[in-house]
């Protein structure tokens, strides 16, 4: 700031003196002596450089231009690279972020592509509409973009928080454990809840039982402040390194244990209808949970997802699946899996009435004064093709996201990738088969990939056949088919009695990490007849043949998962129809162990495992049809 002029300035501890010009003549000398070495430095150092320059290349003349290009190298303008810049090191590790998933790999930077004529829009004679709330928007774009980053930077709290971890859904589990491969591996049940009950289902004569597909739990690591401001037990609030285990049964109830010794943290959550698919947690950290409901079987006619939140299990916000916009307007069950944007602040959730949910949630939270709040704006879509019926267009799959662009499956068999800032189609078609399973994103080599597969459904009209499970790698950009492949196995197409036992493709893969990151594994149910067999098969990412597979007596509609040790061991973990746990060698498909989970009360009672585990810092949790929910450690 200039000073004002004619002001006088004082000051008391300032006193005038008289000036030595002595001084400033030495030090002029000094200056000139100092400026007249740094010039003749300067020049010695071009001199250097030229001369390696010449030595590096004997065609270089002395008016050789060299250039440095947008990665750093130095280039001779005859192309020969003579300087490498020095790599950038990894960012820091923050305590939320998982392990498994440190460094980030994905750049994030690969454009969209153009499809073929016959998956673009146009091509299958693609109907698509924008609502906000019943008006229809033409030419739509989302005011806050949505941008996700590489899966390590999904989260601000530690833990596994929707389906399959991540945007790229790959990843259910968290962090390594210790393990001596030179010794036996074991696996061992270290806590039990008994206490799942059931719920009457809403159209057939059977009940829902325990939890069902797909059921995963999800783990948090609360901040400490946040953690003091929820509706937990006394001695549960006070415990230091909480992880909490939130798991949502077919009963209508959600589950909170800890997940060190599986005892309760807090009462249920009510929420009154059955619950199959899983939850998820808000990754800012933010006590919220947003919950889909499986069945039109507690208030009638009040179907659809809700999101609560978890200081006081206040409900913040409902919508209906009974949508009349929808083209399924009589069928509004939510499976999917949901996935927040922390950056845009917005819910992403498909339903089974074909509508696509996108949420502007306006969240405020003050976990000083523990007050939250949430003020949803909602924009829908709905999508038709020529050719398929407004009743085939559910979406159980959940929806894997690079950047702005989402990707996930619908009961008529499309596999779908959507814009969602401009809520439009990029490109589309139509699988072999119905598929419910998640794809799952890789990017590698500047590539999108997406794998995913189908079940054995609507091959044939016939009760029981045997058929393909179809097995993909595409190029996630363009819809192009980078390999393509199919195991044989069986089916009971029994979904006008209610009996109806898929097999085929129902747990998401697995796209192996480190040592198996050539790896991505499959699990294939019924391969062996009704109710029978099940087969894990790793194959080459690049080229799609197969490494090795596992075969399974029982049959498993549950997700196979990879999990690490501090030696960097791979390791993949399985459960099956009969409540066996299995642990591969992830390397060879060789079986390490397996133990199968019981009840203390009940053990011989069998524990269909339909629900997909976690695994967090060497500990599995998972729900199973028997009514129970079991930690095993990995050791």
Known sequence: MKKPQNVRYENQFYKPHRVNNNGLYLLFLVTVVLVTATIVLAVVTLIQSKNKLKDSDTSTTSEEVVVTNSNGEVISSNGIIVATPEPTAPASMQAYQNPILYPATAQMDVAIGTPADAYSPSGRGTTQVVYDKDEK??????????HFGDPL???????????????????????TFSLDPSKEQHLEQIWEYDNIGALASS???????????????LAVKWDWNTQQLMNMYPEKKSKQNLTEIIIAAMDGYVYFFDLEDGTKTRDPLKVGATIKGTPAVDPRGYPILYVGQGDDNGVKGEIGFRIYSLLDFSLLHYQTGLDSRAYRSTWGACDSSPIICADADTLIYPNENGMIYTVKLNTSFDVGTGVLSINPQTIAYKYIFDGIEGRQLGIESSMAIYDHYGWCTDNAGNLICIDLNTMSLVWSRRLDDDSDVTPVIEEDNGHVYLYTGTEVDWQRNELDYQGASYTYKFDAMTGDVIWQTSQSCYTHNGANSGDDVNGGMLGTPVIGKGPISNLVIYAYSMTKGLYSGNLVVAYDKNTGTEVWRYDMNCYSWSSPVDIYDDQDNAYILICDSYGQVHLVDAANGARLCYIRMSRSDNPDLQHNTESSPIVVDGIMVVGTRGQSIFGVKIS
């Open 203 to 217: 159209s057939w004569s059977f009940s829902w039982f325990g939890t069902g597909w797909t059921g995963q739990p």
């Open 153 to 175: 930077y999904y989260q601000q709290v530690g833990g596994i928080l929707t389906f399959r971890g991540t945007n790229f859904r790959n990843c259910a589990s968290w962090g």
């Open 137 to 146: 928007i033409s030419d739509y774009h989302r005011e806050t973009e949505i």
